[in-house]
């Protein structure tokens, strides 16, 4: 990833940082070049034009704002944006109404890990009228401790995984009638007996293997276990999947008025590749990290930022979940909305048992 700009070396005065302050926020709240009668009207400042001008001179040469024509005011350089999300952004807690939106919405979701994560994608997009992002759980590294079943109604079982650090991964599948709660308890301590210290592809294989013998052998009490066992782990298989959530939201931004521009960040959304390569790098680091314009890996999200966070289980991350969108945005929601949705993922993937009764997901 490239280099953040750093603005530890970056020392305004107090009338610097007003004039560059109010800026940003003109800036943000109207997607135009600001000029300094803007500035002089809305930033409350006891300054001329004139002055303002002189200032914004002054920060243009520092190389904090671009005056891209001579007759339009000025904009905020990636620098600028640095030194306004590290030094001036007030934390912003999500609404409390719009966070139980979203927390209904998930709890709907959360019968199968796809679609959970589908669903966090297009929360993040509809919220911020960005792109949303999520990185989803590498399954194949996760070491399954044991696997359990819960009785549903009308013949159907809620299966879990437990990985060894306390990840869980469930799904609603259907099964034989006969299968009481009783029968099911005894089938998930067999098999987390047999095969339970095994990462999933191990499992699997093992799996199938013991599954081809125990049919030669017509013991048809045993193979049915594994075969609950076999499409309880053959529901995993979304390991380095990036749900993309909104891409459309970008055509109406000016930024992004350029046809070849908007063509060529699209392009980029659509390389799955290097989008699970990008948020697997963020996963170095705890807490939302926001990467602006040119410190973007992609040269495509160089006119963008992207502001994410990891999510996981028992105090490990498991994926990433983020929002890209025009550098000017409104960072303090953004920063809030991902961090309210990566705590709840990480609540909804480590709860036991997911859906239980009445909850939603496929079935297999």
């Known amino acids: ?9 970056t020392e305004l005065d107090s009338r610097e940082s007003a004039v560059l302050r109010a800026v940003v926020e003109a800036h943000v709240a109207t997607g135009e070049p600001v000029g300094s009668v803007t500035v002089s009207r809305q930033a409350g400042l006891r300054l ?19 005056q891209r ?3 339009a005011g000025r904009t905020p350089t990636d620098a600028a944006w640095r030194l306004y999300v590290d030094r001036w952004l007030r934390q912003q807690r999500l609404d409390a109404v ?3 939106r979203i927390d209904q919405e998930l709890a709907r979701s959360r019968g199968e890990v796809g679609e959970l994560l589908g669903a ?4 993040l997009s509809q919220f911020s009228n960005q792109v949303g992002l999520v990185l989803a759980p590498d399954f194949r590294r996760i070491v399954v401790e044991r696997l359990e079943f819960v009785r549903l109604p009308a013949d159907r079982v809620v299966a879990i995984l437990v990985g060894a650090s306390g990840v869980v991964h469930h799904r609603i599948l259907r099964v034989e009638s006969w299968l009481d709660q009783h029968e099911l308890d005894r089938i998930g301590g067999y098999l987390s007996e ?31 276990s ?3 066992g076999r499409r309880t782990v053959a529901a995993t298989a979304i390991e380095g999947e990036v749900f993309v959530g909104g891409a459309s939201n ?18 980029a959304l659509e390389e799955k590749n290097r989008l699970v390569e990008l948020l697997s790098r963020l996963m170095e680091s705890r807490g939302v990290q926001v990467v602006i314009g040119e410190e973007n890996a992609l040269p495509a999200l160089a006119d963008c930022s992207l502001i994410a966070s990891t999510y996981g289980a028992a105090d490990r991350p498991m994926g990433t979940i983020g929002i890209v969108g025009p550098t000017r945005m409104e960072y303090a929601r953004a920063i809030g909305l991902v961090e309210h949705l990566a705590g709840v993922l990480s609540r909804l993937l480590s709860e036991r048992g997911g859906s239980g009764p009445g909850g939603g997901g496929a079935t297999g």
């Open 226 to 228: 594994f075969e609950l």
């Open 98 to 100: 719009l966070a139980g």
């Open 1 to 9: 990833m490239s280099r953040q700009h750093d603005t530890r070396g």
């Open 250 to 267: 970008l055509i109406g931004s000016p930024e992004f008025a350029d046809p070849g521009r908007i063509k060529s960040l699209l392009r």
């Open 120 to 123: 966090a994608s297009r929360q």
């Open 48 to 66: 001329s034009p004139a002055t303002i001008r002189g200032v914004m001179a002054a920060l243009e040469e520092r190389g904090l704002l671009v």
């Open 69 to 71: 024509h001579t007759s």
């Open 194 to 224: 047999q095969f339970g210290g095994r990462t999933l592809p191990a499992m699997r294989a093992e799996l199938e293997r013991r599954l081809c013998e125990e049919r030669a052998r017509y013991d048809r009490e045993v193979a049915r």
